[in-house]
């Protein structure tokens, strides 16, 4: 077997943890020959519930799981981390505005930011998925100067599976059949799910949709608004399915996509007119561990221009509101 690798999971208590941890542990994410150590980080009331999740993960005997602990500690659960999984964050409460919500948030991952800077190793992958997770992301990358931008990321890949798969229903082919979906800019409402690229079996998705409008009226408000629908029918918000792109993203990141494209929201390297460093949903490839944005696609014309623009403007104003702590 090869040496275990260190995962360090936030919010290891929640919902979406809970949907996560089973699965890694399983031997989904990794392979089935990867041994794994899970450093579990959850705050100081949740530690009776997450000592739960522990035994709950002993009961299942897994023969990768080469050990598993929990902390309320940052800088515990970091340590030496190869891979670190943001989930938990400060969830919007009633009466809660945007920009308290950003405040909060900003302090929990400016605060784990520092604590990776200080003791992940140097090539620790970074994925955030707690909300807002671009601009959590950022903050994350801002406070560890001394940790590569590039290990930082954040959580695209649920946005990108929803709009693979309301496609796929659409022109009545397999999921599998479709390749080169793009989810542009920030995981939220205003991000552009385009699949003027997209190909089923080679052939052009675009070709297949013939009415005009379907994809602003009804596919792009569709995907933007999953998140509410599913929070609407299941009385809770979506765990399994983020669970699910946690386990893809960081998978495709770490073992390769075979020249595939995914969408995964990275810090610019200034790619399509994107300010440097803004942490923004592409599509990408990744190769040995690197990832690469998929260059020379045409956002030129007016409805791509515009959707660029109201994602993008977004994030500078996420990042204005949080510029004085960092
Ligand atoms: P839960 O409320 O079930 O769990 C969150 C856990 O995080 C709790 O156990 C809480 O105690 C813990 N926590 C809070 N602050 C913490 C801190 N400073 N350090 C360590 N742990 C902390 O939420 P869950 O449904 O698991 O969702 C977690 C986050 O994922 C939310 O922010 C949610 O908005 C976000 N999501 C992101 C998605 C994406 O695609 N990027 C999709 C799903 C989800 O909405």
Redesign the pocket.
Known sequence: LKPPVRIAV????????YATLFRIAGGIMLGRDQPVILQL???P??QKALQGVIMEMHDCAFPLLEDIFATDDPETAFKDADIAIL?????RTQGMERSDLLQANAA?FKTQGEALNKVAKRDVKVLV???P?NTNAYIAMKSAPDLPSENFS???R??HHRAVSQIAEKIGRPVTSIEKMCVWGN?SPTMYADFRYATSNGESVAEMITEPDWHSEVYMPKIAQR?AAIIEARGA???AS?AN?IIYHLRDWILGTSGKWVTMAVPSDGSYGIPEGIVFGFPVICENGNVEIVQGLDLSDDFSKAHIELTLNELLEEREAVKHLL
């Open positions: 936030t919010g290891a208590a929640g919902q979406i943890a980080l959850d705050l009331h949740a989930i938990g964050a400060r969830p929990i998925a707690g909300n997770a954040a959580l695209m649920l946005d995981h998140g918000s979506s765990a983020a792109a």
